[in-house]
């Protein structure tokens, strides 16, 4: 039975933290997380990693090298689908075995299978399975997942409130900030979130007086329904949330300009920025900058670019 | 109405074909070039994967020559092809061309969308005689891939080199003509008789190999720098994971690669557990096949950006180093040049007729080139 579990700190951590904290102690785990990302870790990734990888997952090997000597397993389940008629991304669908072939000296990859594709039987036996890696009690493993949920709704709710994801996490206050201007921020919450690899875009933009929102602020049922105005609905879940967002901001113009982060060689990005880029142009209601990160991205390139956007908002303003 | 569609391999040779028996208007677009390439690049988003942009540059030079009309298959997911035909409608809109555009979702989309789609395709035609001309056609599709992998396989082996392509050629086009199913099965019959007429030498130890990969790049000549006549030129006989009629057809058993998607999953289901959408599984699962049949090597073909691909390129390793079989990746994008590839492969040649020769150490050399 498995005793000490790690967590990386990237990818769907930043979707899911709580509900997977939740349900690991309630079946009885000690987790490990990984550190916040550095220039070690994307090193450590890259190293490993195939070089035509999106830089997402690379950072997400610097991870599970990290966690190697603390953690008796590693928790990365296959996030096959979370709706009905919907995917996430194939690098999702494929990440427990991308995660097992990067070096054998890893401690063993623990996999749960989500699919809500498969219906509530096959997802609540998938459920049970892995369950057994800790109790064999199987009320205990559900009540393990029912407490998930209800950390997960909590979680939500805070984001909802104005939180970033990593501030909900670490029990942070809402604060207000009083900025003379407003950001939309869309994009892959391990782009938006992680303040390594996007030169910490959120802090920078508050200090420098904007206001921050975010896709992961405005409700799924919102999402979902600014999604639908697509030409044919999206069957990436996430991108879904993405484009929601922007089409969101563009039409009630709650924000006074959209800055969309994508990542370098993503494949769901490199459509849905065509989406959003010609919905923009079309509404012409709201700039859009969209702002690609990689492993070399040079910083002062990317920050000046980003001064440039927020002096032409608030130009734009007077 | 002009309809176009993009090209694939053999694609434009089972459309006109179809088209032809439904009685709508078309123009095959002009054969893939490098200016084609190059329209796309200039239009296409820039990280979408090569298949869109060729596809697009295909789309523009179709609507220069007088197409009104688009045809393009759908998708549900996960890998970007479900969502090209929108992205490519919007893109060649927005560079300023007029046309509808025709988007055939695979039936698993929902049923109907797909009959009133192929209704929109065959006018005044019945579901019947559709479904007729479907099967038709199809299986005359089927007969050009059995060709093709007679060609992949035994090219190698010929005594005359340029015999085999020459005599592909023939069969296909002693195939074009044939409507009836009748006409079909005696085309089928005269146009395998032209390649069995090739003089081979059986007896030549040729190297086996396996090639895998993303199914518009192994498919598509222009784009894999007609990779296989290359290598069976270079005296290496050839097995392929995907072809046409196994990709497009409704089937889980792949009659003509043989082996179904079953077999290839539980091949794969050591080192990739899941489908991962496009052919990721596929690569994964033929490689071990390969492995496990003894091949000299396997290559690999994929666009920079593939998703499905990039995680099986992230696994062969673990295959190649399981079962001591040399792997090659090739990552193919807009800036790829034939040269480079040709290299490659000469260094992966070289490899893997050493290693040949050492297993077989005391017999005669391998003859390569
Ligand atoms: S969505 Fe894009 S960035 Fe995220 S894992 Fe997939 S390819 Fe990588
Ligand atoms: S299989 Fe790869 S290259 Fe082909 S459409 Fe899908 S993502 Fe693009």
Redesign the interface.
């Known amino acids: 039975m498995c005793a000490t579990i790690g967590v990386p700190q990237a990818l769907l951590y930043y979707k899911y933290y709580p509900q997977w904290e939740a349900f690991l102690k309630g079946l009885g785990a000690e987790i490990v997380v990984s550190s916040a990302t550095t220039k070690r870790t994307i090193n450590a990734g890259t190293s490993l990693?195939?070089n035509?990888?999106c830089l997402p997952v690379k950072v997400f090997f610097g991870h599970l090298v990290e966690l190697r000597n603390q953690v008796d397993a590693l928790f990365v389940p296959?996030v096959?689908s979370v709706e009905n008629?919907?995917?996430?991304?194939?690098?999702f669908?494929?990440l427990?075995?991308?995660a097992r072939?990067?070096d054998s000296s890893l401690p063993s990859v623990l996999d749960p299978?989500f699919n809500r594709r498969l219906g509530r039987k096959k997802f609540y036996e998938a459920l049970l399975d892995f369950g057994k890696h800790f109790t064999n009690k199987k009320y205990r493993i559900l009540r393990a997942w029912m407490m998930g949920l209800s950390a997960q709704r909590v979680f939500q709710r805070k984001l909802e409130s104005g939180l970033t994801p990593v501030e909900a996490i670490a029990n942070a206050e809402v604060q207000t900030y009083k900025g003379n201007l407003k950001i939309g921020i869309a994009g892959h919450p391990y782009n938006i979130y992680d303040s390594y690899i996007n030169l910490n875009l959120i802090k920078r933009l508050r200090e420098w007086g904007v206001d921050v929102a975010t896709t992961e602020m405005i409700p799924q049922r919102t999402l979902e329904h600014e999604a639908s105005y697509?030409?044919?609905r999206?069957?990436?879940s996430y991108e879904k949330e993405v484009v929601g967002s922007v089409f969101h901001w563009l039409r009630n113009k709650s924000v006074d300009g959209i800055i969309y982060v994508l990542s370098?060689?993503?494949?769901?990005?490199?459509?849905i920025?065509?989406?959003l880029e010609?919905e923009a142009k079309r509404r012409g209601s709201l700039p859009l900058m969209s702002l690609v990160i990689d492993e070399h991205s040079g910083e002062a390139g990317m920050i000046t670019r980003v001064e440039a956007f927020v002096d032409m908002l608030r130009w734009r303003k007077v | 109405m002009r309809a176009t569609f993009p090209h694939m391999g053999k694609l434009d040779m089972v459309m006109s074909d179809l088209f032809d028996r439904t009685g709508i208007g078309y123009i095959v677009p002009p054969r893939t070039t490098t200016k084609t390439l190059q329209l796309g690049v200039r239009y296409a988003?820039?990280?979408?994967?090569l298949p869109l942009k060729v596809t697009i540059g295909n789309f523009i030079e179709a609507l220069e020559a007088g197409a009104d009309t688009l045809l393009m298959a759908?998708g549900?997911?996960?890998?970007?092809f479900?969502?090209y035909?929108?992205?490519q409608?919007?893109?060649i809109k927005?560079a300023g061309y007029d046309f509808d555009m025709i988007?055939l979702e695979p039936p698993g989309a929902g049923y109907r969308l797909f009959i009133n789609t192929l209704k929109k395709l065959a006018p005044g035609k019945s579901i019947l005689e559709i479904w007729q001309i479907i099967k038709i056609g199809f299986g005359k599709a089927r007969v050009l891939d059995e060709l093709e992998k007679y060609a992949l396989k035994y090219r190698a082996y010929e005594v005359k080199r340029g015999d085999t392509t020459k005599a592909y050629k023939r069969a296909l086009e002693i195939m074009r003509p044939a409507i009836t199913a009748d006409e079909i099965a005696q085309a089928r019959e005269e146009a395998f008789l032209v390649l069995e007429a090739v003089e081979k030498d059986m007896q030549r130890p040729c190297l086996k190999m396996g090639i895998i990969g993303e199914f518009y790049v192994l498919l598509e000549p222009f784009v894999n720098f007609d990779i296989e006549e290359y290598l069976g030129n270079m005296g290496v006989s050839l097995e392929r994971s995907v072809y046409l009629t196994d990709w497009i057809g409704p089937s889980k058993e792949n009659p003509i690669m043989g082996i179904s998607d079953k077999e290839v999953a539980q091949a794969a289901k050591p080192?990739?557990?899941?489908?991962?959408?496009?052919e990721?599984l596929p690569s994964v699962g033929h490689t071990v096949i390969y492995a496990k049949e003894g091949f000299d090597g396997v290559l690999h073909l994929f666009p920079?950006?593939?998703?499905?691909d990039?995680?099986a390129?992230?696994?062969l390793?673990?295959i190649s180093r399981d079962f001591d079989l040399p792997t090659l990746s090739l990552?193919i994008d807009e800036q790829t040049g034939k040269a480079g590839v040709i290299t490659r492969l000469e260094a992966f040649i070289d490899l893997l007729a050493n290693k040949r020769k050492q297993k077989e150490f005391g017999k005669s050399p391998v003859l390569v080139g």
Request: charged share 15%; aromatic share 10%.
């Open positions: 990693a195939e035509e990888l296959r096959v008629g919907a995917y996430t991304c194939p690098k669908l494929g427990p075995d991308l072939s990067i299978t697509l030409p044919k999206l069957f990436w370098f060689a993503c494949g769901p990005d490199s459509l920025q065509v989406l010609s | 988003p820039e990280f979408a994967c759908g549900v997911g996960p890998c970007r479900g969502y035909a929108q992205i409608e919007c893109v927005e988007i080192y990739l557990n899941h489908f991962v959408g496009g990721g920079f950006t593939c998703m499905p990039i995680i390129k992230s696994i390793p673990q990552v």
